[in-house]
């Protein structure tokens, strides 16, 4: 852990006051947490125990020392709690602050300048990335078209087996009987019964009377227009 933190006593941090925060935060720090910075603080007197502060990715952390330094208070902020981090630069170095959601205002005065500037600016950074979070891409899964072939030659074989048994039952069913209707021409003449005088027996009058009895049978609907014309024809041959 020490060997973690030698990187930050490049901006003239006190080794001291590095190494006791170390330790400390040996059990702070959160599953996943990593320290970005540490700043601190450089009064123009000397300063037995100054305050420090910590920016991790996940929280800002202010540790000041009590009790000589045997023990030390820390006061934590998440990003999401933080609304804006400021940095005012004097003459005897600088202060952050910052201020929360809740109107909190939190500072650490007697920053060193360059120092101040590295915590702005990791500040600045860590609420950019809260604002607009990275998206990781899902990788599109690889669209698989169904195969229907297979399921094409079942099909063509269904219908092939139901061809055959068509045919078969055709082979097997007598072909159906073909019938032929005759019909008969009708009578030219009508039919006399036995014993009936021919036309060319019969007077004038009993030829006019029978062609009235045809007349008859033909308003009455039992004989049709055609045949009823044949009568006619025939009996005025006679007359």
Request: net charge negative.
């Amino acid at each position: 852990m020490k060997e973690q933190f030698k990187k930050f006593l490049n901006e003239e941090q006190d080794p001291k006051a590095i190494e006791k925060i170390t330790s400390k935060l040996t059990d702070l720090l959160m599953k996943g947490e990593e320290v970005g910075y540490i700043a601190v603080q450089k009064k123009p007197a000397i300063t037995v125990f100054p305050d420090s502060i910590v920016l991790t990715n996940k929280r800002i952390i202010i540790c000041k020392p009590k009790n000589l330094g045997l023990s030390m208070d820390f006061t934590d902020y998440t990003w999401d709690e933080i609304v804006g981090t400021f940095v005012k630069e004097n003459i005897l170095g600088s202060e952050f602050s910052f201020s929360t959601k809740t109107d909190i205002q939190a500072s650490i005065d007697y920053i060193p300048k360059i120092q101040a500037r590295k915590i702005f600016t990791y500040a600045k950074e860590q609420l950019d990335i809260l604002k607009n979070p990275v998206v990781t891409a899902t990788p599109v899964e690889e669209i698989v078209e169904p195969e229907y072939e297979e399921e094409i030659d079942e099909v063509e074989e269904v219908e092939e087996v139901e061809t055959e048994e068509v045919t078969s039952f055709a082979e097997i069913l007598p072909a159906a009987p073909t019938y032929t209707e005759t019909f008969e021409p009708l009578p030219t003449q009508p039919s006399q019964p036995a014993g009936e005088r021919k036309l060319a027996d019969l007077s004038k009058e009993e030829l006019f009377d029978k062609l009235q009895n045809y007349k008859k049978l033909l308003d009455n609907g039992l004989i049709m227009q055609g045949e009823y014309d044949t009568f006619k024809k025939e009996i005025l041959s006679y007359m």
